[in-house]
């Protein structure tokens, strides 16, 4: 994988900040764990080839650090012991490529193709289901490589430390490794030398994926354009343009010049032994080396500028995001200290912080609050990966016109900070924000502290003082103590390294690059003789023969069953109820921190207020409270606690389909001396009873809506998953409304009625239905030595919260939903989402069995077996795809997916041949050690550590009781191979389609033709360019028709006769007449002309705003029973294309009801009925028609007598009132 800010892959700011936020729980005393050598290491002292320069405790992580040096090849080893079992190890290079070829990417992949002693194509994906990791992964960043891995598990370790060295020393590099991971040119059908050539390759199609994402963009190009002299000015992942430049000998020559020990730094962390590891790694690979210089990877300092800079650039224009004209984005970035230099860029970190975290930050105050913008860009903060680091601050959803006053605010912002020095309290809350985070315990500690060192260790060996965070707070306190205006000053510095960079959408930059591509693949086809054709084709034949030979997996290592432990872990843990709350007490080793969560079950909300939950989960806390205003509130939240946390929650039940546990999740948590500040805060929120400022909710609103669509090209997979699991499971169909795909055309439609004022009152409404205690049930985390004390406060805290009155809303009896979906039963249910990205997220869905389901278990070994060896190999090797797979959910829904996938149909087809794959490979090829393989797969996440934090939060959150978990992890060790044929005949054999959906995400393509498939009802969901809900689309349509009425009202031929000239307005006329024939005929597609009447403008943008971007090609229904005497075809068309539309709307809207306004002969109502099972009343001003409706109910369709009514009515004003006559 890539990752210009590998920062960016732990979805965490600063590496700082991560170090402080990591730490993991095992670590109790500093007794040594069995196996570790750590005390037999002194300073001065050698093993195997390696010299102990430095040994140094970190108390505040209970760390000790060991730095060591090869001597023969100078390679780098820290090792940090700790008493914690999740081991990491990690090999580091410092890869340093001076074009945009993805020298060190396509080297990152290429290397794990296959090595000396393991000569099997793609062994890390192999070792997927060989090993227990808790991490594995490899990762190329800006200025080095990274092959990191995680294990509880000492064997495991071993093996995957072998495997990594072996790839990343002796790797085979094959020609044809070269052409499948970086790009080969391929004919488009692999079997026909005439056919069309075109790029391929993984890494091409990666970086494709990665640049259609315009944060992806806009980050690249800043760093290139700040740092233009040395690594930092290229694309280290690959520009697509430049990735066909790349020869395989290139590759060859960057491996032997980079990847050598002298080049090299060796990570491990844990309570494994260091000595084997420093054994094997000498004995095997560093002492058959010599040291070589490393000068030529080195990273000079910047050349500083004399002047500020400004650059413009152009991105893709997101259909789903704001309106064209508000998709500027606009940043100011300074290059500031060299990350070798420790406290200088804590310091940074720590101003950074408090310049932008916070309505109580300067730039919030001015750059967000104004309300011109859609937040800041992600690329705001500190960026400490390059060797000098970044600091940026830049907004996005901007309108050109505001563009410049971005800069000015900047200054001015900046200037008043150096003037009148930050708040007192401000300082105070961002100081304990930093130290309750080096208390508070992540998972994967370990490699937490990796990513954090990674960068800086890449510059200078002195590694250790930047995990000594402890100190740089001491010495950070005292020098504000000593001199009050110290921050300022470190504001004031002069800086003239600056850069300005803008960036607007261009409507044609897909088509641009599109073109681009054609014209390089032209350039590279142009000259080709028949013989190089030719040489091509065999070439692609030879590599296809190879992706398909079986692997000799067994020269890899691998785990045995009996390394899985048999039983899970029991957490301490006391069930009290409590006034009526019920609470879990987690007794955990804490640190000293108290972690609070709480769940408040939503089911007396209308579903309306419902679909409002996601908005009010993300202002609600940022509102301010009856007592205090949102500035206060959030500076007392910050001095006190880490923030309060709300989320939507819906937890699928155990042990029922389509059913959930609605609600919404809140936590926080402090350091134990606050709790009783913790407890006021949270009193404070549920004692909310008014919320009137109305303007800071817009602006609150206006930030959520420009975050929504972000991110859907990174996780189009599981948009995809989700919106194909809607498709069949009612509780998947829930979290769909109210966080995928659906949810933003709803956020859309609701946004355009700009009534902010009601949508507060309804955030109120839903806040004095939900802060009751009687909806409420908490977890607490706490340390069992404090216990008595904090559960005192906790009761204290319980009994004095609101509880309201009963009458409020009538109450439910029980806490879960039973969910519905609607299917056709002849067909399964299919859905195009067309977004303009340049790769497909496709996904099918089967619904199959619950949780505690006896089939469940083998359904989940299933899911692993068919991605490991069927789906990988189909999808990634074969087709192209990044990746896919399929995955068992607790809901019970089966799903396959692909990412980044240059194909649709056909992966859907690969889905739907895995069941025929299965029976023919269960005859023969599967053997026992693939079926213990894919269960180590699933015991990998099953196992996976638990933070203290988090330890029994599967029982609270999920009601996954230690009972239930045992039972499951008892009837996973037994699930074999007949186990496994039986769930795929039972859910995957495609009886039953309506237990189906399928869902591509992707572009419009002429390659989504679906007229011909079989038994699948497709539908498309597209609107026109930045409609995402058809309501605002249809309001605009009604506007443009009543806005020019003038031009239609007459049919054509009566142009002259009724004068419709005259009504064109005289400057049309003009204009008109000025225009030669061929511009006139233009007209339609140039509009751009200056001197072009505005109002005649307005139009043709509105023709070009309202034109659909293609059909709807719902495929029409087959009515199963259209008892169709004297009905035309062009009826039948009619109501059979209808009738998916319908049934689509009402989906969208949760509409299981209809009313069929003039049902004439009631065709469509009963086609409704029989296909989707709708309830229908057809409304019909002729008594003889409905008379007719009912004779054909009762001769064809006896059964919908309760589902299917008709009435006789002419609508009129007083219609609804009669309306409730026709109940019942
Ligand atoms: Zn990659």
Known sequence: MWSGRIASYVKQKTPLQRILRGFSQVAKTKTEAEGSDINLIKVGQNFHGFQVKDLKDIPEFRITAVCLVHEKTNAQYLHLYRNDNNNVFSINFRTTPLSSTGLPHILEHTVLCGS????????????????????????????????????????????LQRVYLDAVFRPLLKELDFMQEGWRLENVDVTDIKSDIIIKGVVYNEMKGVFSENENI??????????????????????????????????????????????????????????????????????????????????????????????????????????????????????????????ETF??????????????????????????????????????????????????????????????????????????????????????????SIRHETKNFGLHLLFGISAPWNHTEKIVPSLQVSQLIERLRSEIKNDPGYLQSAVKKENKHRLILGMSPDKNYEANLEKAEKQLIKSKTKSLSDKDKKAIFDKCTELQKEQQKPANVDLLPTLVIDDISDDVEKV??????????????????????????????????????????????????????????????????????????????IADSLFHLHTYEPGIYLASHCLEKNVESMWEIWTQMFGISRLEDVQRFQMLVQLYMANLTHGIVDSGHVYAMQAAASLVSGSAYQVELLSGLQHISYMKRLIHTSNYKAMLDGILNIAKILFDKKKMRVALNISPDTQTDILRTYENFINNLPEHPKALTPEKETTYITGKVWAPTDAVNCQHHVLNVPVNYCSKSVLTAPYTHADYPKLTVL??????????????????????????????????????????????????????????????????????????????????????????????????????????????????????????????????????????????????????????????????????????????????????????????????????????????????????????????????????????????????????????????????????????????HEITSLAPLIDDVCRGNNVDSIIDIGAGLGYLSHLLHDNYKRTVLGVECSAEYVDLAYKNQQKFYPNSKNHVKFAQHYIDSNSSEKNNNFAG
Request: overall charge neutral.
């Open 572 to 649: 301490d843990r006391v069930h009290v109820t409590l006034n009526n709350v019920q609470t879990q007490i987690n007794r955990v080793n804490s640190n000293g921190v108290v972690y609070f969560k709480a769940v408040l079950n939503t089911n007396d909300l209308s579903q309306e207020d419902q679909m409002l939950l996601p908005l009010f989960c993300y202002v609600i806390n940022k509102l301010g409270t009856d007592k205090l205003n949102y500035r206060e509130f959030d500076s007392l939240v910050s001095r006190k606690t880490s923030g309060l946390q709300f989320s939507n929650h």
């Open 116 to 159: 000396t002693l393991y000569p099997v194509r793609d062994p890390f994906f192999k070792m997927l289901n060989r090993s227990l990791a808790t991490f594995m992964n490899a990762m190329t960043g800006s200025d080095y490589t990274m092959y990191p891995f995680s294990t509880q598990n000492y064997s495991d370790y071993k093996n």
């Open 863 to 1132: 899911a692993r077996l068919l991605q490991s060896k069927y789906l990988l190999r189909e999808l990634r090797e074969k087709n192209g795809a990044y990746g896919g797979g399929a995955r068992l959910s607790p809901d019970g829904v089966f799903s396959f997916y692909s990412y980044r996938d240059p194909r649709s149909l056909e992966t859907l087809d690969a889905f739907d041949n895995s069941y025929n794959w299965l029976k023919q490979k269960l005859e023969d090829g599967i053997k026992m050690q693939d079926v213990f393989e894919a269960k180590l797969g699933v015991f990998q996440s099953v196992d996976s550590p638990i933070p203290p934090s988090s330890k029994g939060c599967d029982e609270f959150l999920k009601r996954l009781t230690p009972d239930i978990k045992q039972r499951y992890r008892a009837d996973l060790m037994t699930v074999d191979k007949d186990g496994i044929e039986e769930v795929a005949d039972k859910y995957l054999s495609e009886k039953n389609v309506s237990n189906t959906g399928k869902v591509v995400i992707g572009p419009k393509s002429e390659k989504m033709d679906v007229s011909k498939r079989e038994n699948e009802m497709w539908t498309s969901m597209t609107l026109p360019s930045s409609y995402a809900s058809s309501r605002a689309y249809l309001s605009d349509c009604l506007n443009f028709l009543k806005s020019f009425s003038w031009l239609y009202n007459y049919s054509n031929t009566h142009i002259l006769v009724k004068r419709v000239l005259l009504h064109f307005p005289c400057d049309w006329v003009l204009y008109f007449k000025n225009l030669s024939y061929e511009d006139l005929t233009k007209l339609l597609e140039n509009n751009t002309e200056a001197d072009c009447p505005n109002n005649l403008k307005t139009l043709l943008n509105d023709v070009e705003k309202l034109k659909p971007d293609c059909a709807v090609y719902s495929k029409p229904c087959k009515p199963k029973s259209i008892h169709n005497s004297g009905l035309s075809r062009k009826k039948l």
């Open 218 to 343: 806009l980050g690249q190009k800043l760093q290139n354009l700040i740092l233009p002299d040395h690594t930092y000015g290229v694309v280290s992942g690959g520009d697509p343009m430049e990735i066909p430049n790349l020869t395989w000998g290139d590759l060859k020559k960057f491996h032997v010049d980079h990847y050598h020990p002298s080049n090299c730094r060796f990570f491990s962390y844990g309570n494994f032994p260091l000595l084997p590891s420093l054994e094997y790694l000498n004995n095997e690979y560093l002492s058959k080396y010599t040291v070589s210089l490393t000068s030529h990877t080195q990273v000079p300092k910047q050349k500083r500028w004399a002047e500020p800079k400004t650059e413009q650039i152009s991105c893709r224009f997101d259909r789903m995001g704001e309106p064209f004209e508000k998709q500027n984005t606009m940043s100011i970035s300074l290059l500031l200290s060299d990350n070798t230099d420790v406290y």
């Open 347 to 436: 310091l940074m970190q720590f101003l950074t912080e408090l310049l932008i975290k916070g309505p109580n930050a300067p730039f919030y105050k001015t750059m967000i609050e104004p309300n011109f913008s859609g937040g800041f860009t992600p690329s705001t903060g500190l960026d400490t990966q390059p060797r000098d680091s970044i600091f940026t601050v830049g907004l996005q959803g901007l309108k050109k016109e505001d563009m410049e006053k971005v800069t000015k605010l900047f200054d001015e912002t900046v200037d008043s900070v150096i003037e009148k020095g930050f708040d007192h309290q401000h300082i105070e809350s961002v100081l304990h924000s930093f130290e309750l």
